[in-house]
């Protein structure tokens, strides 16, 4: 590990003195999602002068894992935890990442901010309105720095999406449509090893009901209302923040949905198959769709007067998009060509060094507010069967 008198010497140099002091963080929640913050964090830690202090985790193994890779990449053991409030009342830490289950997003987050950390929060941002809402006033209030996890908003491809579409070669927008499939259970993670001694249990629930430990409960999560709001949450995120990045928007007006579990009857109360539909007050339609039980068929592309801009084979995760005039006017000058890519820093990047220089993050606490907003939409459309209408004024949401 680079010493801190070398990089403080370094930076320096490029006029940033005292700013690069050693920034301590903690880490809430350590699974899958969270190991590879731990390695991201790693990966800047000499560059940006950052290190892992504290690590906290309701499953035991997990916590057990992820310390014992902090003590072997940074020098010695991070302080443990299975409870994040004990993490957040620790004064000499300046930033925390989440990586927990959707439900709790939102919950720890503004105990972060009330706490006075500066956060990298997994997407969704939050799955409730009123903690977004709560979440966007304390961090707007306190200065903090704020990155949600809608880490594709940092990928050069769809930085070059942006600018392509910005140039406005494509004429007037009205369309923009997306859609996921797999065919495979994704969520099927192997319960049989996992034991109630290993679990704090009522820090897992929070303010849920309580009741007797269930593994499933806890390492398929995803399946359950009381823990996410469904595949607008654990997938759509992704999509529309792309889209607010690409169209240079914000707050969708309306949004309708529907949806239903049609093909796996295995307990689950979320979703298997959805399709979602929303209007922007910029005079466009975003259509976003996704399944799990078949491959076939993903697609995005943003549809003008003058052509398209289309990722190839309809792959959002590739790096090859095209802009041309397929569909367009026959007026249309647009020329087929390959989008070319943005220099764009990593996503965990670009949030260690705004804590350091106070800038906004790619995907800062707006960002964040903007794609759960239009989440917590569809998901309510697709509950209720009713059109949810968004008044940004009042910031809430009603059913029209």
Same mark, same amino acid.
């Given at each position: 590990?680079q010493?801190?008198?070398?990089?403080?010497?370094?930076?320096e140099?490029?006029?940033?003195?005292d700013v690069?002091?050693?920034q301590t963080?903690g880490?809430?929640?350590?699974?899958?999602?969270g190991?590879?913050?731990l390695?991201?964090?790693?990966?800047?830690?000499?560059?940006?002068?950052?290190?892992?202090?504290?690590?906290?985790?309701v499953?035991?193994?997990?916590?057990?894992q992820a310390?014992?890779y902090?003590?072997?990449?940074?020098?010695?053991?991070?302080?443990?935890f299975t409870?994040?409030?004990d993490l957040?009342?620790?004064k000499?830490?300046d930033?925390?990442t989440?990586?927990t289950?959707d439900?709790?997003?939102g919950?720890?987050l503004?105990?972060?901010?009330? =706490?006075?950390? /500066?956060?990298?929060c997994?997407?969704?941002m939050?799955i409730?309105? %009123?903690l977004?809402?709560?979440?966007? $006033? @304390?961090?707007?209030?306190g200065?903090r720095?704020v990155?949600a996890?809608?880490q594709?908003?940092s990928?050069?491809?769809?930085?070059?999406?942006?600018r392509a579409v910005?140039?406005?070669?494509?004429g007037k927008i009205?369309?923009?449509d997306?859609a996921?499939?797999?065919n495979h =259970?994704?969520? /099927?993670?192997?319960?049989?090893?996992c034991?109630?001694?290993?679990? %704090?249990?009522d820090?897992y629930l929070? $303010? @849920?009901?309580?009741r007797p430990?269930?593994?499933?409960?806890?390492?398929?999560?995803?399946l359950h209302?009381?823990?996410t709001?469904?595949l607008?949450g654990?997938?759509?995120?992704h999509?529309?923040?792309?889209?607010?990045?690409m169209?240079?928007c914000?707050?969708?007006?309306a949004a309708?949905?529907?949806?239903?579990?049609?093909?796996?009857?295995?307990?689950?109360?979320?979703?298997?198959?959805?399709?979602?539909? @929303?209007?922007?007050p910029?005079?466009?339609l975003?259509?976003?769709g996704?399944s799990?039980?078949?491959?076939?068929g993903s697609?995005?592309?943003?549809?003008?007067?003058?052509?398209?801009?289309?990722a190839d084979?309809g792959n959002f995760?590739?790096?090859?998009?095209?802009?041309s005039?397929?569909?367009?006017?026959?007026q249309?000058q647009v020329q087929?060509?390959?989008?070319e890519?943005v220099p764009t820093?990593?996503?965990?990047?670009?949030?260690l060094?705004?804590?350091?220089?106070?800038?906004?993050?790619?995907a800062?606490?707006?960002?964040?507010?903007?794609h759960?907003?239009a989440?917590?939409?569809?998901?309510?459309?697709q509950?209720t069967g009713?059109?949810?209408?968004?008044?940004?004024?009042t910031?809430?949401i009603?059913?029209a």
């Open positions: 590990f010493a801190e008198d070398g990089i403080r010497d370094a930076q140099s490029r006029g940033l003195g690069y002091k050693r963080i880490c809430i929640g350590v699974g899958g999602r190991t590879g913050h390695h991201e964090i790693r990966q800047f830690s000499e560059k940006l002068n950052a290190r892992i202090t504290a690590v906290c985790d499953y035991r193994p997990n916590l057990r310390a014992d902090v003590a072997a990449q940074f020098g010695s053991p991070p302080r443990q409870r994040y409030q957040l009342a620790l000499d830490l930033a925390v989440i990586a289950p439900v709790s997003h919950p720890i503004v105990a972060a901010l009330k =706490a006075g950390k /500066d956060v990298y997994e997407k969704p939050c409730q309105l %009123d977004a809402n709560q979440a966007l $006033d @304390l961090a707007t209030a200065g720095i990155q996890g809608t594709h908003r990928r050069p491809i769809l930085q070059g999406v942006a910005a140039a406005q070669e494509l009205s369309r923009v997306c996921v499939h797999f =259970a994704r969520w /099927d993670r192997d319960c049989g090893q034991r109630a001694e290993d679990v %704090d249990w820090a929070m $303010d @849920l009901p309580r430990f269930d593994p499933k409960l806890l390492l398929r999560w995803q209302h009381e823990f709001n469904g607008p654990l997938w759509m995120t999509y529309v923040d792309t889209v607010h990045l169209m240079n914000g707050y969708p007006a309708t949905a529907l949806g239903g579990t049609f093909v796996w009857k295995d307990g689950r109360e979320t979703a298997d198959t959805f399709q979602a539909v @929303l209007t922007y910029e005079e466009f975003l259509s976003w996704m799990l039980g078949n491959e076939a697609r995005f592309g943003i549809y003008g007067r003058m052509g398209a801009v289309e084979e995760f590739g790096d090859k998009w095209t802009i005039p397929k569909g367009g006017d026959s249309s087929t060509r390959a989008i890519p820093p990593h996503h965990m990047e670009n949030w060094d705004c804590i350091r220089t106070r800038k906004p993050p790619v800062d606490i707006i960002r964040g507010h903007q759960s907003v989440c917590i939409m569809v998901a309510n459309a509950q009713r059109r949810q209408n968004y008044d940004p004024a910031r809430t009603t059913a």
